[in-house]
């Protein structure tokens, strides 16, 4: 496929992603044709593009691309989308995997991989076995996704002076999201009063994979100094913070037909956010027996939920909210003083005013 | 650490062995180090390390390193030592996750990483539960594994010629393995008489990754021509395909104090060798309709595995042996013509009969 060149400006966030999918599905379709030419089975492929293309926010790839541009990155070059698009399919082996631990029926409005893959077998095996069949899928198809963002970058068309550069932040950025994957997997379940650690899992699931490396990521593409990666930092871990913190609010209180996720499954699976943390910390005794009582039942009902919503207004949620403007305000501060190009502070700011306003 | 350096001839697969486990502990030795100074579980650096150093016959960093000296490569490098030890970490993960889809409880005669860890958790949660959480922590653990075997690559020091001649090496044996396991799950359970499928199976699973792949990284980075890696593929992919049957052969024949495996995991799950498709294809009726009984059937006993092993006898298992001695043969006649130096032949030769005389 030879994808029109599309120009970008910082501010476009259209045309970033409109770039960055043309990126993705152009190696997806590479990937295709080479299992075909082998005689492969086409699932493989076909599973990683529907998920990639069944939605997703592209905000990793979005913040790599503004990295870019605060490094100092002239017009936007095909090997730096390509670096982006990477980091996309690396978050889609994330979720694939993330999927399989939370047990998550949808995703993105879908049935998520090994939803998908199991309900398809049920013609030939039981649940049980599908159910297994589709784990097991699912765990290697996210293998695959893994794999593919390697070569993905491997293959941008970096100069060695940038691929220098950006390993060690991929290295950093993969080891970081891991952990907060597994430190999540460690509470989950039983979500404590234990403020700090639910914070320390936010920053390494959220602030460092999500917003931090990406940033520098793309600024390291663009051969920025450590002065413009440290203000990346000071932008990027607050603005992340807060967009887990909002993603925990949005998981309790959003609205399932925006944000494609239940309102259930956090409660259900009682994830140690910070919501939950905080609640359990200033919930008077009653409040927190019947939190207790409520929070990671994987039989809470709607009525449960709405209980447990009304005792999180009333204890949590005000705080979480004035957690979110407290870091709004420092990304405000780090942009009033950081040296990036004018057009880069814009564009940093448009993504921060809307990472704090999101409803999905 | 500091390791004494340690000089390696092709010949001395003790000495190539001894200086890939020290940089394997050492780069996990690191890893412990940042993961206790930023105050992270020890639990995953002890999984992955325990994991390795229970066991394993290391024989892709030994190709790998048969490579580099059948490239023309002079003496050992610890660049090439790193990269070799970078490609048996992605093999420990490889494995982790298919543990987890074969739901095996052995490996390397110790409990599988999926097993350990729900064991662990029995004392805190019921059988289901722990088994479970054991799963998902198994699969974030292998996917640190595969990030981490990337971070060893780009810290392995090699130049920027050596990095673009080993990635696309690498990127394909990642793929291929992939693909294996994907077939492989895709067949258990259902073994047909489709030999060309079983042998499909053994070249992206076995010749591809263990023995071709490894070897032509090692050539690559010591910068072999495009001669030396066809030879090396001539010999790479019938020695791997003789390594598989032998496997297969061991999975079901072999000595379980010996290859730390049980003979009845195979029958039980029923995977698609080409011993039990040529078994399939070349039994009498009464036998054919025995194996079908008998294989796939989790709670075959020891008995069941005996009439096994019986018909397998009087079938499948001369032709399998007669399929090793010729690949066996193509070996040879590779070596005989091969545009290596001859101490790399002399070492090529060794492990090649110690493949085909193998008992674990």
């Known amino acids: 496929m030879s994808t029109p060149t599309i120009d970008v400006t910082p501010m476009?966030?259209?045309?970033?992603?409109?770039?960055v999918e043309a990126a993705l599905y152009e190696f997806l379709g590479r990937k295709a044709e080479s299992a075909a030419a082998a005689g492969l089975p086409a699932d493989v492929v076909d599973a990683v593009r529907s998920f990639l293309f069944a939605g997703?926010?592209?905000?990793?790839?979005?913040?790599?691309?503004?990295?870019?541009?605060?490094?100092?990155?002239?017009?936007?070059?095909?090997?730096?989308?390509?670096?982006?698009?990477?980091?996309?399919?690396?978050?889609?082996a994330v979720l694939i995997h993330d999927d399989i631990i939370d047990d998550s029926d949808t995703r993105r409005d879908q049935p998520t991989v090994h939803r998908a893959v199991a309900d398809r077998k049920r013609t030939v095996h039981?649940?049980?076995?599908?159910?297994?069949?589709?784990?097991?899928?699912?765990?290697?198809?996210?293998?695959?996704?893994l794999v593919w963002s390697q070569e993905l970058l491997h293959t941008a068309g970096?100069?060695?002076?940038?691929?220098?550069?950006?390993?060690?932040?991929?290295?950093?950025?993969?080891?970081e999201v891991n952990y907060g994957q597994y430190?999540?997997?460690?509470?989950?379940?039983?979500?404590?009063?234990?403020?700090?650690?639910?914070?320390?899992?936010?920053?390494?699931k959220?602030?460092?994979?999500?917003v931090q490396r990406p940033l520098q990521l793309g600024a390291a593409l663009a051969g920025a100094s450590p002065e413009v990666l440290a203000a990346l930092s000071g932008y990027g871990v607050p603005l992340g913070e807060a967009f887990q913190l909002q993603d925990d609010l949005l998981g309790v209180f959003g609205d399932p037909t925006r944000t494609g996720k239940s309102t259930l499954d956090d409660l259900r699976e009682g994830k140690h956010t910070v919501l939950l943390a905080l609640a359990l910390r200033d919930a008077t005794p009653e409040h927190r027996a019947q939190l207790d009582a409520l929070i990671g039942n994987p039989r809470l009902d709607a009525r449960g939920a709405a209980r447990c919503r009304e005792i999180l207004t009333a204890t949590a949620r005000p705080e979480v909210e004035r957690m979110i403007r407290d870091r709004w305000l420092q990304v405000q501060r780090t942009l009033a003083r950081?040296?990036?190009?004018?057009?880069?502070?814009?564009?940093?700011r448009s993504i921060a005013d809307?990472?704090?306003?999101?409803?999905s």
């Open 12 to 19: 476009d966030r259209t045309a970033i992603r409109v770039r």
């Open 56 to 92: 997703g926010k592209r905000i990793r790839p979005l913040f790599c691309v503004l990295g870019w541009y605060a490094g100092g990155g002239a017009e936007l070059p095909d090997s730096v989308v390509r670096v982006a698009a990477a980091v996309e399919l690396f978050h889609a």
């Open 126 to 145: 039981d649940r049980s076995a599908a159910a297994r069949f589709g784990t097991h899928a699912a765990l290697l198809i996210g293998d695959f996704g």
């Open 158 to 175: 970096l100069t060695a002076a940038q691929n220098a550069a950006a390993t060690p932040i991929l290295d950093a950025m993969r080891t």
């Open 183 to 204: 430190l999540d997997l460690l509470t989950t379940g039983r979500p404590t009063r234990d403020l700090d650690q639910a914070l320390e899992i936010i920053r390494y």
């Open 206 to 210: 959220t602030a460092a994979y999500t």
């Open 338 to 348: 950081a040296p990036f190009p004018p057009d880069a502070v814009a564009g940093l």
């Open 354 to 359: 809307a990472v704090i306003a999101r409803t």
